[in-house]
Structure formats: C-alpha cells, structure tokens
C-alpha cells in the first residue's frame, strides 16, 4: 500500500512530459539493476500510459454512493491506517482475517513511500488512483489469488476488465508469454485469463467498497454481495497461522526514509 503523495496536484500533465518521463523510466528500468531503479519508476510508466485509466477511475467513484463518500472524505486505506492485531484476530472467514494472512505470510508489511509524482492530475484523479493502488492485495485476496508470477497475470486481467490500463495489458501479454513459457503455468493462464477478464466485467467497480466497514464479514459473502467468482483457492485460508494475534510495530513516521 504505497504512502499517499503530499504534493498538491495541479493541472494534468502534457502529452510532452508523460512521454519525457516515460522514456526516461523505461531507460532506468532496462538498463540498470535493481535498486538504481525504484517502485518510483514503474509508477511513472504506469502514470505515463494511463492518466485517462484514472480520470474514469475518478469518473466511477463520483457516480457510486459508497465511492462519492469515499473521495468526499479522503478515505486512506494504508498499512498505518488498518488495526492488524484486530484483523489477525478475526474469524478465519473473514475478509479482515484473510487480509491479514495475505499481508503477514507474503511479508508485504514493508512501506513503500513513493517520491512525489512529476505527473500530477486533478485532485479527484490523484484520490482514485490512490484508492485503486492501495487496494491491490485486496482484490487478491476477493479472487482468491496468491503472489505467484502467473497468479498475478490473471490478476491483471481481473483488473483490465475493471478498469482498462495499457500497464495491465502489458503484464497480461508480456508477463503471461514469460510465465507460460518459462514457467509453464501456460494451462492457467490459457484458462485463467478469459475467465478473469469474464469476472472483471461483470463486477461492480471495487475502488468503490468501503472495505473499512467489511472487515468481519466472511470472505465467502463479501464475494456474494458482489458477485465475484473466485479466480484462485488461495483464500479464504484453511488454517490460522501460529502467529497470529500479530500487528507490525511501525518507527515514527519522521524517521521513515522518504518522508
């Protein structure tokens, strides 16, 4: 869940400087090793390729009650915000449990704190796609996918259908070649894809669910409300972990690097 940008968003960038920082990100990422590139980059790519993604994101959330309130009230869903010792010790059911477990047993409990972006939209825009980001490992968790390569792949497609980005489309296509070649996760991903893209659609937008309220209802009927098919069997999990109850002990946010 990355660290919501301070900066105060302005116009919407020119196709001039979306290009300029695209090409820019694609050099670092090509052409050095991890960490002379950063998460900073690819949301650059990703900001480059679908500023219009989000404006229908922003769209969505204004015409949905749920999602009106939500960027009404600048809703922060991040790690700092959600009480983990809570939510570890929820039914195993649950939504908030599963969360939990999802977040805790892929250590996924390391901040990322973005750098302010230099393609800043409209206040509406920046909100949605906030909200979409750090909302990610929770549509894992609805569809039932783990964090394997080619689960994420099916994830993507998932997300296209929801909301259609060239940055989805590109790990659809790219990622999938890779994982069912290399990976030969090709029969997942030759059903999985179709059968994604297939839920997606018929999904309500869920940028616009007010997880926030839904921690205690099981898993099973948080799908049934809003009709979602799970895509994997990775959750709802069979068994507690043995480290449960457990929160993470977060340092001061001023001594976080980056704030």
Same mark, same amino acid.
């Given at each position: 869940?990355?660290?919501?940008?301070?900066?105060?968003?302005?116009?919407?960038?020119?196709?001039?400087?979306? &290009?300029? +920082?695209?090409?820019?990100?694609?050099?670092?990422?090509?052409?050095?090793?991890?960490?002379?590139?950063?998460? %900073?980059? /690819? *949301?650059?790519?990703?900001?480059?390729?679908?500023?219009?993604? =989000?404006?229908?994101? +922003?769209?969505?959330?204004?015409?949905? &009650?749920?999602?009106?309130?939500?960027?009404?009230?600048?809703?922060?869903?991040?790690?700092?915000?959600?009480?983990?010792?809570?939510?570890?010790?929820?039914?195993? %059911?649950?939504?908030?449990?599963?969360?939990?477990?999802? =977040?805790?047993?892929?250590?996924?409990?390391?901040?990322?704190?973005?750098?302010?972006?230099?393609?800043?939209?409209?206040?509406?825009?920046?909100?949605?796609?906030?909200?979409?980001?750090? &909302?990610? %490992?929770?549509? !894992?968790? /609805?569809?039932?996918?783990?964090?394997?390569? =080619?689960?994420?792949?099916?994830?993507?497609?998932?997300?296209?259908?929801?909301?259609?980005?060239?940055?989805?489309?590109?790990?659809?296509?790219?990622?999938?070649?890779?994982?069912?070649?290399?990976?030969?996760?090709?029969?997942?991903?030759?059903?999985?894809?179709?059968?994604?893209?297939?839920?997606?659609?018929?999904?309500?937008?869920?940028?616009? &669910?007010?997880?926030?309220?839904?921690?205690?209802?099981?898993?099973?009927? *948080?799908? +049934?409300?809003?009709?979602? !098919?799970?895509?994997?069997? +990775?959750?709802?999990?069979?068994?507690?972990?043995?480290?449960?109850?457990?929160?993470?002990?977060?340092?001061?946010?001023?001594?976080?690097?980056?704030?």
């Amino acid at each position: 869940m990355p660290t919501l940008s301070s900066q105060s968003p302005g116009r919407s960038p020119s196709r001039i400087s979306r &290009t300029t +920082a695209f090409f820019g990100a694609c050099y670092r990422i090509l052409f050095l090793r991890w960490p002379s590139y950063s998460f %900073d980059d /690819l *949301v650059i790519i990703q900001d480059s390729l679908d500023e219009p993604a =989000f404006q229908r994101a +922003a769209r969505k959330m204004r015409e949905d &009650t749920h999602g009106l309130k939500l960027m009404g009230d600048r809703v922060e869903l991040g790690l700092r915000t959600v009480d983990w010792k809570h939510l570890s010790q929820l039914p195993i %059911d649950s939504l908030g449990y599963n969360t939990w477990h999802h =977040f805790y047993a892929n250590d996924l409990f390391e901040e990322i704190v973005l750098s302010p972006s230099i393609l800043l939209s409209d206040p509406e825009t920046e909100y949605a796609k906030h909200r979409y980001r750090s &909302t990610h %490992d929770l549509r !894992h968790v /609805l569809t039932g996918l783990g964090v394997e390569g =080619f689960e994420e792949v099916i994830l993507q497609s998932f997300q296209y259908a929801q909301l259609p980005q060239k940055f989805s489309a590109l790990i659809v296509c790219f990622g999938g070649l890779k994982h069912a070649l290399l990976d030969g996760h090709w029969w997942e991903l030759f059903v999985g894809i179709p059968r994604a893209w297939r839920v997606g659609r018929a999904v309500p937008f869920l940028s616009n &669910t007010p997880y926030e309220s839904l921690w205690e209802v099981p898993l099973e009927a *948080v799908r +049934a409300q809003y009709g979602i !098919h799970a895509l994997g069997s +990775a959750y709802p999990v069979r068994e507690r972990h043995p480290d449960a109850p457990w929160a993470p002990v977060w340092v001061p946010p001023q001594a976080v690097r980056g704030c």
